[in-house]
C-alpha cells in the first residue's frame, strides 16, 4: 500500500509543476487575470472528470443496443475507445474551456488558451489518475505521470482553438478536436485487451511507441511555452469595446 501511494504522488509531481509553471507564462494582457482563469481552469478540469459521465454513459448505451459491446469484438473495443472515451473526455474538457473563457473578465490571449486548455486538462488527469490508481501499479502510474497525456491533447487542442479565434476561422477548432479524439483513442485502443489479443508479438513495440509520441509532445509543448513568443500569441484576441 506504501508503494502504490508513493508511485501515486510521484505520478502527481510533473501535473503539479505544470500547473504552477503556466500561471507564469501567460498574462501579458492582465497577469491577475489570467492567474484567476487558471484557477478557475483547474477547478473545471476537476469537474470535467464528473461531466463526462453522462456523456460516455450515452455513447456506451448507443453502442450496446447496436451490440458493440467494448468486449464483443475488436470494432466494439475500437468504438469504445475512441467513442465512449476518446471522443466524451475531449467534448467534456472542450466544454469546459469555454466555460472557463466566458467567466474570464479579462481580454485573454492565444497563448492564455493554449494555456488553459493544458490546465484543464491537468485538472481531468490528476482526478481520472486517482480511479486508475485503484487499478494500476505504481509504475504505470508514474509512466502516466510523467508523459502526461491530458496534457499534450490539451496542448494541441488549445493551440487550434487559439487559430480559431486569432483567424475567426472555426474549422480550426474542428481540426484540433479531431486530431486530439484520433491520438487519444489511439493511445487507449493500442492498450486495450482486445488490440493486445490481436496485435500479438507486435503489441509490446507498439505500446512503447505510443508512449514515445506522448513523452514527444510533452517535450514540444515544454519547449513552446519556454520559448519567447511571437507578438501573435500574445496581443489580445478581441478588441476592447469599452470606452
Same mark, same amino acid.
Not at 487558471?38 to 447496436?66: H, Y
Not at 466566458?102 to 490571449?109: F, L, V
Not at 493544458?118 to 486517482?130: D, Q, T, Y
Given at each position: ?40 481552469? /483547474?477547478?473545471?478540469? %476537476? !469537474?470535467? =472528470?464528473?461531466? #463526462? +459521465? ?5 455513447? @456506451?448505451?448507443? $453502442? ?9 469484438? /475488436?470494432?466494439?473495443? %475500437? !468504438?469504445? =475507445?475512441?467513442? #465512449? +472515451? ?5 467534448? @467534456?474538457?472542450? $466544454? ?14 492565444? !497563448? ?14 490528476? $482526478? ?116
Amino acid at each position: 500500500m506504501i508503494v502504490l501511494i508513493g508511485g501515486f504522488l510521484v505520478s502527481m509531481i510533473p501535473a503539479a509543476a505544470m500547473y504552477f509553471w503556466l500561471k507564469t507564462k501567460g498574462g501579458a494582457t492582465d497577469p491577475e487575470g489570467f492567474k484567476l482563469s487558471c484557477r478557475e481552469a /483547474l477547478k473545471n478540469g %476537476f !469537474l470535467s =472528470t464528473l461531466a #463526462v +459521465l453522462p456523456i460516455s454513459a450515452v455513447f @456506451a448505451f448507443c $453502442l450496446n443496443m447496436l451490440g458493440l459491446r467494448r468486449d464483443s469484438s /475488436l470494432l466494439g473495443a %475500437f !468504438l469504445h =475507445t475512441f467513442i #465512449v +472515451l476518446a471522443f466524451a473526455e475531449e467534448l @467534456a474538457k472542450s $466544454l469546459m474551456l469555454r466555460k472557463t473563457l466566458k467567466k474570464a473578465e479579462y481580454n485573454y490571449t492565444w !497563448l492564455d488558451m493554449i494555456a488553459l486548455m493544458v490546465i484543464v486538462a491537468i485538472g481531468f488527469e490528476v $482526478l481520472e489518475s486517482v480511479v486508475y490508481a485503484f487499478g494500476s501499479g505504481p509504475i504505470h502510474m508514474i509512466v502516466r505521470g510523467v508523459t502526461l497525456m491530458h496534457g499534450g491533447y490539451g496542448f494541441i487542442e488549445g493551440w487550434f482553438y487559439g487559430k480559431a479565434a486569432y483567424t475567426g476561422k472555426k474549422w480550426y477548432a474542428v481540426v484540433g478536436f479531431l486530431i486530439c479524439v484520433i491520438l487519444h483513442g489511439a493511445y487507449d485502443f493500442g492498450l486495450s485487451s482486445q488490440f493486445e489479443a490481436a496485435a500479438g508479438e507486435n503489441y509490446a513495440f507498439l505500446s512503447v511507441s505510443l508512449a514515445i509520441f506522448a513523452l514527444v509532445v510533452f517535450g514540444w509543448m515544454i519547449i513552446f511555452f519556454a520559448k519567447k513568443k511571437k507578438p501573435q500569441y500574445t496581443e489580445p484576441l478581441f478588441e476592447d469595446t469599452e470606452e
